[in-house]
């Protein structure tokens, strides 16, 4: 994150970056579900791949200002200890983003603007796939400044496998969870699961630093016997 830039335009790239990730999630959920004749796996196919790409062109373009957090988890992850008012101011415009993605999205298709989501996703299995795939992408990005590859192509990767790996298809984002709660749509998620989907989120992330600060540490051991 640069710390030339001013408050208001990192908690702005973080609204601007969520509300364009959203609308993509969704957007492309519609259009996909529109042409795929019924396919549900084709449909889910197209839907994955704008949401890998447009991942990876947000945190290449966004992050140099904001860090391209775009999730709550995210941001407590990596706030929490140094900058709990921005933090604040973070979670605020990721959720604001979120639900003006999905209303954009909805504009695009000539859609009603506000809606519900019908689409009931429930059972163990879906909040264990929750669980994990945030783990994963919470690893991944504390990993990422230890590797040689860029955060935004590792982050998009683990997102696009995510989507297919797990029963969930990998929200792994509380602010992901209230955009698609607004939409009626291929993507949407009914109010009634989503509760259980930021529960198994907010656990799931804090298995993702358990792990994370494990290796760290058993990383460290090894290095100090050298």
Not at 178 to 199: K, N
Request: hydrophobic share 50%; charged share 10%; proline share 3%.
């Amino acid at each position: 994150m640069n710390e030339r830039h001013s408050t208001t335009q990192k908690v702005f790239a973080e609204f601007l970056g969520t509300l364009l990730l959203l609308c993509t999630v969704i957007g492309s959920g519609i259009m996909a579900e529109r042409l795929a004749g019924g396919n549900v796996a084709i449909a889910l196919l197209g839907n994955t791949l704008a949401t890998v790409f447009i991942l990876y062109v947000l945190i290449e373009t966004l992050g140099d200002i904001s860090g391209a957090h775009f999730n709550p988890l995210v941001s407590t992850v990596m706030l929490w200890r140094t900058a709990k008012p921005l933090l604040a101011c973070y979670v605020v415009a990721q959720i604001i983003g979120a639900i003006a993605g999905a209303w954009l999205a909805h504009a695009m298709f000539d859609m009603p603007l506000f809606q519900l989501s019908s689409h009931i996703r429930t059972g163990t299995g879906q909040w264990i796939a929750e669980g994990v795939a945030t783990a994963g992408l919470i690893f991944v990005i504390l990993r990422s400044s230890h590797t040689h590859a860029s955060a935004s192509a590792l982050v998009a990767s683990y997102i696009g496998a995510a989507y297919w790996f797990t029963a969930s298809t990998s929200f792994a984002n509380p602010a992901a969870v209230l955009g698609r709660m607004m939409t009626d749509s291929f993507s949407g998620i009914a109010p009634q699961s989503a509760p259980y989907f930021i529960l198994a989120q907010v656990t799931g992330a804090a298995c993702g630093v358990f792990i994370h600060c494990r290796l760290r540490a058993y990383n460290e051991n090894v290095n100090s016997r050298a």
